[in-house]
């Protein structure tokens, strides 16, 4: 019997916390014998194909925004007060971790670094602080000295290229490379400094020699694992096999030494596949996905992360804050001399908007069941948990009820001669029409000049 319920997910027939969504009429049962996906509703069931994976409310986030995301070409670096807020609002968001910098690589940037962490401490904020170095006892240093002098565990994590192919243009071999690791991490150990190891390129490694890197690095106390997709070269597919094999040979690596690290997954976006990427690698047990806000970073940038935190935020995670996430790309974008294009998933000044007739009917039509069957009806994404709403435009392709909620919006009448008049004018103009020539439109006499 159609009845209103509270707000649940079905995934293949269990009921889980999935997207929050209001109370909506039940309809029909689907048919009996389907099997498959999640549906993403109440008792009256949406229904997706999507399986609903476990685990994901354990997957934290590194944000690599003011470091990694700074590689960018044409990327403006931050003022130190400009980085200091965003660490401050990519918290707020529920990040736990970021990477704020090269130590080694300038004075300045040794100076910055420390004023960085001062802040960190001074305001309390609950982000953890890691640092890049070479794998390099000199460049680990700089991280052991800022280690000593916080209230909080300042992290190390040093990289190795991994890659034959990486191996082959710079002349090492890989006993150089395992010599690398055992003596960076000792160093860091021996200074009682946490750190993890950063294996650039992974995915472009074989598993052979992935494995016998892993060895060494879990042999002088990494506690992290990072497997780079330097080269944005994976497929998920990929992503989630490397990921697998890293864990088993940490396991082995750890067995009778000690715990086993976690597993990391950074990856690029050379191909397109970055957030795939990193939904795979999450879902094959990687611990923390390490990214960019804004997907900010070399060519073609890191792992959005801001599409991260609103999938895990879908799948249930409780630990994140998509409403802040609005904000703080914003003043990320504005840092950095980075526009955010205006169908940018999330954030994009397009991204809750149509004008589309028969979507527009259906959306005015959806309000009457509550924001939140609105926020579903034609889109996957709730606007409201990130502090948006539908937006309504009148353009080209609009019907009487997108001129309707126009002319609401700006207290006109709507009747028949005026909601023609606004069509009109759209159509003529081939564009969406801002209030302002709406306004203009109607004259002050509030119907048609």
Same mark, same amino acid.
């Given at each position: 019997?159609?009845?209103?319920?509270? *707000?649940?997910?079905?995934?293949?027939?269990?009921?889980?916390?999935? @997207? /929050?969504?209001? /109370?909506?009429?039940?309809?029909?049962?689907?048919?009996?014998?389907?099997? $498959?996906?999640?549906?993403?509703?109440?008792?009256?069931?949406?229904?997706?194909?999507?399986?609903?994976?476990?685990?994901?409310?354990?997957?934290?986030?590194?944000?690599?925004?003011?470091?990694? $995301?700074?590689?960018?070409?044409?990327?403006?670096?931050?003022?130190?007060?400009?980085?200091?807020?965003?660490?401050?609002?990519?918290?707020?968001? &529920?990040?736990?971790?970021?990477?704020?910098?090269?130590?080694?690589?300038? /004075?300045?940037?040794?100076?910055?670094?420390?004023?960085?962490?001062?802040?960190?401490?001074?305001?309390?904020?609950?982000?953890?602080?890691?640092?890049?170095?070479?794998?390099?006892?000199?460049?680990?240093?700089?991280?052991?000295?800022?280690?000593?002098?916080?209230?909080?565990?300042?992290?190390?994590?040093?990289?190795?290229?991994?890659?034959?192919?990486?191996?082959? @243009?710079? &002349?090492?071999?890989?006993?150089?490379?395992?010599?690398?690791?055992?003596?960076?991490?000792?160093?860091?150990?021996?200074? =009682?400094?946490?750190? =993890?190891?950063?294996?650039?390129?992974?995915?472009?490694?074989?598993?052979?020699?992935?494995?016998?890197?892993?060895?060494?690095?879990?042999?002088?106390?990494?506690?992290?694992?990072?497997?780079?997709?330097?080269?944005?070269?994976?497929?998920?597919?990929?992503?989630?096999?490397?990921?697998?094999?890293?864990?088993?040979?940490?396991?082995?690596?750890?067995?009778?030494?000690?715990?086993? +690290?976690?597993?990391?997954?950074?990856?690029?976006?050379?191909?397109?596949?970055?957030?795939?990427?990193?939904?795979?690698?999450?879902?094959?047990?990687?611990?923390?996905?390490?990214?960019?806000?804004?997907?900010?970073?070399?060519?073609?940038?890191?792992? *959005?992360?801001?599409?991260?935190?609103?999938?895990?935020?879908?799948?249930?995670?409780?630990?994140?804050?998509?409403?802040?996430?609005?904000?703080?790309?914003?003043?990320?974008?504005?840092?950095?001399?980075? +526009?955010?294009?205006?169908?940018?998933?999330?954030?994009?000044?397009?991204?809750?908007?149509?004008?589309?007739?028969?979507?527009?009917?259906?959306?005015?039509?959806?309000?009457?069941? =509550?924001?939140?069957?609105?926020?579903?009806?034609?889109?996957?994404? /709730?606007?409201?948990?990130?502090?948006?709403?539908?937006?309504?435009? @009148?353009?080209?392709?609009?019907?009487? *009820?997108?001129?309707?909620?126009?002319?609401?919006?700006?207290?006109? +009448?709507?009747?028949?001669?005026?909601?023609?008049?606004?069509?009109?004018?759209?159509?003529?103009?081939?564009?969406?029409?801002?209030?302002?020539?709406?306004?203009?439109?109607?004259?002050? $006499? =509030?119907?048609?000049?």
């Amino acid at each position: 019997m159609a009845r209103r319920g509270t *707000a649940l997910v079905h995934h293949f027939g269990a009921s889980n916390l999935f @997207v /929050p969504v209001g /109370p909506i009429a039940a309809g029909p049962s689907g048919r009996p014998g389907i099997r $498959g996906g999640a549906v993403t509703g109440t008792t009256g069931k949406v229904f997706t194909w999507n399986p609903r994976p476990g685990g994901l409310d354990r997957v934290g986030i590194e944000d690599d925004s003011l470091r990694d $995301g700074l590689q960018g070409a044409f990327v403006r670096h931050p003022a130190l007060d400009e980085k200091k807020a965003l660490l401050e609002s990519s918290a707020a968001i &529920g990040v736990q971790a970021a990477m704020l910098g090269f130590p080694s690589a300038s /004075p300045g940037a040794r100076a910055e670094a420390g004023r960085l962490v001062e802040h960190l401490d001074r305001r309390g904020v609950p982000l953890v602080p890691r640092f890049l170095a070479l794998a390099d006892p000199a460049s680990i240093a700089p991280i052991t000295e800022l280690d000593r002098g916080s209230d909080r565990d300042v992290w190390a994590d040093f990289f190795v290229g991994c890659s034959p192919l990486r191996r082959r @243009v710079e &002349g090492w071999t890989l006993d150089s490379v395992l010599d690398r690791i055992t003596s960076a991490g000792a160093a860091a150990r021996e200074a =009682g400094t946490r750190f =993890g190891v950063s294996l650039e390129d992974a995915t472009r490694t074989p598993p052979e020699e992935l494995a016998r890197m892993v060895d060494a690095a879990v042999g002088v106390g990494a506690e992290v694992l990072t497997v780079c997709d330097t080269v944005g070269e994976s497929t998920p597919e990929g992503a989630a096999r490397v990921v697998r094999a890293v864990r088993e040979a940490a396991r082995g690596a750890a067995a009778g030494r000690g715990p086993e +690290p976690e597993i990391w997954w950074h990856g690029h976006d050379d191909r397109g596949f970055a957030l795939a990427n990193a939904i795979a690698a999450a879902e094959a047990g990687a611990d923390t996905i390490s990214g960019a806000f804004l997907g900010l970073g070399e060519r073609a940038g890191n792992t *959005a992360l801001e599409l991260v935190v609103m999938y895990l935020y879908q799948a249930g995670h409780p630990g994140y804050r998509p409403d802040r996430v609005l904000g703080h790309c914003r003043r990320l974008a504005e840092a950095t001399g980075m +526009p955010v294009r205006p169908n940018a998933p999330l954030i994009g000044d397009q991204a809750f908007a149509t004008c589309t007739g028969t979507h527009v009917a259906a959306l005015v039509k959806a309000r009457r069941w =509550g924001r939140e069957t609105e926020d579903l009806v034609f889109s996957s994404v /709730p606007a409201a948990a990130l502090g948006r709403t539908q937006t309504i435009m @009148v353009g080209p392709t609009s019907g009487r *009820a997108a001129a309707r909620e126009a002319l609401a919006s700006i207290g006109a +009448p709507a009747d028949e001669d005026t909601v023609e008049a606004v069509l009109a004018r759209a159509r003529s103009r081939d564009r969406w029409l801002p209030p302002s020539e709406i306004r203009a439109l109607l004259g002050t $006499g =509030g119907a048609p000049a």
